[in-house]
């Protein structure tokens, strides 16, 4: 592995050096070849089970090599804390994958850091494959997100409300550059480093702004927002729940972070909560643009000193972006149901209809996803069309209605639909069993869940397997962060 270290070059002001504590009996569970391959990892190394065990447990550093902690603060449910890190998270360094893209390598639950703060630095045997399982669902859903590598068990337990078998889980990500990483220089007052990780974070993730452009930090923020937005309608379009979208666990680069206590919607609802931390419902899944919103304020924040050397006039220019989130994201939004509903181009599409149809599925309590995939059938289906009449009511007659007015064949419509909607999604239900029979040492059954995932809006041999709705719709379904 051909490391490279360009963020640990930024000082010694963003990060601590610490190895990784060892553990006792590494063993690989769960391993990505593609991934792999596409950051040109050594074949050799690909079919070397042990190695990669020793080097993805923390055992043993791969040459070139720099085990890092990264510095960053992060507001937790709304309340600031100016000094947070990783506090169980190893960066190895940056690798630069076959089209020349840069990412980093992480390793997680591989021991305390100085940013434990009491912590053991451990992580249980399930959030490591959860968070496996879940990023490449979304992955393969075309949601931007960080990705897994390897999970490697360590051969000892890990104490929380009870005794787990512990697992050390390896993150790919674009970089771990977080609204929490500006926010820890700006509490700081440390304006030395808050412009270089600005001009950093430009060359690495959005090299199209000129050096020399005087409004180039404003034209980062505006981009900054554009990858946040999008995120969050991808999330929206496939019923995906964060559940802690904290500042610190928002990247810069629009990618999906932290999968501890996150979740799939089954039946819709905007106020649907899952996590067991998230009381008030600050995170439900309707939620999820407001919150967002906010957390690019916050990020604004730290970039004025830097868009103006007249203070209101930086605040101004500023509100005024923050501001336009709202249409921005509205526009993305309408867009995005459109497509659901087979409307490639919405701008003569009536929206009216896309919010009585999610509101008929609130009050009949319909599964999201079976429901526009049936839709989608019930273009070609007569039977499924009137079930989903006497379901929906009106407004279902309405939708054909639109696209009939808007001269868009069922074939058509049907294409867009099933390139939309996914046939298959990581159910809560599912994802619990299959950690549950990983516990109980097969593995297998993550690898055959797995598989189908990677083609969401394919029908497969097994796809059937892992569509069925949970018996109580989730009603009682709770999720943890697993630290």
Same mark, same amino acid.
């Given at each position: 592995?051909?490391?490279?270290?360009?963020?640990?070059? *930024?000082?010694?002001?963003?990060?601590?050096?610490?190895?990784?504590?060892?553990?006792?009996?590494?063993?690989? *569970?769960?391993?990505?070849?593609?991934?792999?391959?596409?950051?040109?990892?050594?074949?050799?190394?690909?079919?070397?089970?042990?190695? *990669?065990?020793?080097?993805?447990?923390?055992?043993?550093?791969?040459?070139?090599?720099?085990?890092?902690? *990264?510095?960053?603060?992060?507001?937790?449910?709304?309340?600031?804390?100016?000094?947070?890190?990783?506090?169980?998270?190893?960066?190895?360094?940056?690798?630069?994958?076959?089209?020349?893209?840069?990412?980093?390598?992480?390793?997680?639950? %591989?021991?305390?850091?100085?940013?434990?703060?009491?912590?053991?630095?451990?992580?249980?045997?399930?959030?490591?494959?959860?968070?496996?399982?879940?990023?490449?669902?979304?992955?393969?859903?075309?949601?931007?997100? &960080?990705?897994?590598?390897?999970?490697?068990?360590?051969?000892?337990?890990?104490?929380?409300?009870? &005794?787990?078998?512990?697992?050390?889980?390896?993150?790919?990500?674009?970089?771990?550059?977080?609204?929490? &990483?500006?926010?820890?220089?700006?509490?700081?007052?440390?304006?030395? %480093?808050?412009?270089?990780?600005?001009?950093? &974070?430009?060359?690495?993730?959005?090299?199209?702004?000129?050096?020399?452009?005087?409004?180039?930090?404003?034209?980062?923020?505006?981009?900054?927002?554009?990858?946040?937005?999008?995120?969050?309608?991808e999330w929206l379009r496939v019923g995906f729940i964060h559940g802690v979208m904290n500042t610190d666990n928002t990247l810069i680069n629009g990618e999906t972070i932290d999968f501890g206590p996150c979740a799939m919607m089954g039946t819709y609802h905007p106020g649907t909560v899952y996590s067991s931390i998230d009381s008030q419902g600050r995170y439900a899944f309707g939620n999820q643009a407001q919150i967002a919103n906010w957390n690019m304020a916050r990020f604004a924040e730290t970039l004025i000193p830097f868009i103006d050397n007249d203070q209101e006039q930086a605040i101004s220019l500023v509100q005024e972006i923050i501001y336009g989130f709202v249409d921005q994201f509205n526009q993305k939004y309408q867009q995005m149901l459109a497509s659901k509903l087979g409307v490639r181009d919405n701008h003569k599409f009536e929206h009216q209809v896309a919010k009585d149809i999610l509101q008929a599925m609130q009050e009949r309590s319909l599964d999201y996803t079976v429901t526009f995939v049936q839709l989608a059938q019930s273009l070609t289906d007569k039977d499924v069309a009137d079930k989903l009449h006497g379901q929906l009511g009106k407004c279902y007659q309405q939708w054909r209605e639109q696209l009939n007015m808007l001269a868009i064949d069922a074939q058509s419509a049907q294409r867009v639909m099933q390139q939309t909607n996914p046939l298959v999604i990581p159910r809560n239900h599912h994802v619990e069993q299959v950690l549950a029979e990983c516990e109980n040492g097969n593995i297998d059954a993550a690898i055959k869940f797995i598989q189908v995932l990677k083609s969401p809006y394919e029908q497969l041999t097994d796809t059937h397997l892992y569509q069925d709705l949970p018996i109580d719709n989730d009603s009682g379904y709770r999720t943890f962060c697993g630290t």
């Open positions: 592995m051909n490391f490279s270290h360009s963020y640990s070059q *930024l000082g010694k002001e963003f990060f601590q050096r610490v190895l990784p504590t060892p553990v006792t009996a590494p063993q690989l *569970l769960l391993f990505n070849d593609e991934l792999a391959q596409q950051l040109a990892l050594s074949p050799a190394l690909i079919s070397d089970s042990k190695l *990669l065990a020793q080097y993805f447990s923390g055992n043993l550093l791969p040459e070139q090599a720099n085990a890092i902690a *990264l510095t960053y603060a992060g507001h937790q449910f709304g309340g600031f804390n100016p000094q947070l890190g990783d506090g169980r998270a190893h960066l190895l360094g940056e690798l630069i994958d076959q089209s020349g893209s840069r990412f980093d390598v992480q390793l997680k639950g %591989s021991g305390q850091t100085p940013y434990s703060r009491q912590g053991d630095g451990r992580c249980p045997l399930g959030p490591a494959i959860r968070e496996f399982i879940m990023s490449e669902a979304m992955f393969h859903l075309n949601v931007p997100t &960080t990705r897994c590598l390897a999970v490697v068990a360590t051969g000892e337990p890990v104490y929380r409300q009870q &005794t787990s078998p512990g697992a050390v889980v390896t993150r790919v990500a674009s970089s771990h550059i977080r609204v929490g &990483t500006f926010q820890y220089f700006s509490a700081q007052g440390d304006r030395e %480093s808050l412009e270089k990780l600005i001009n950093y &974070t430009i060359s690495r993730h959005f090299d199209d702004i000129a050096g020399d452009d005087p409004e180039r930090v404003v034209k980062f923020l505006n981009k900054v927002i554009d990858k946040q937005i999008d995120l969050i309608i």
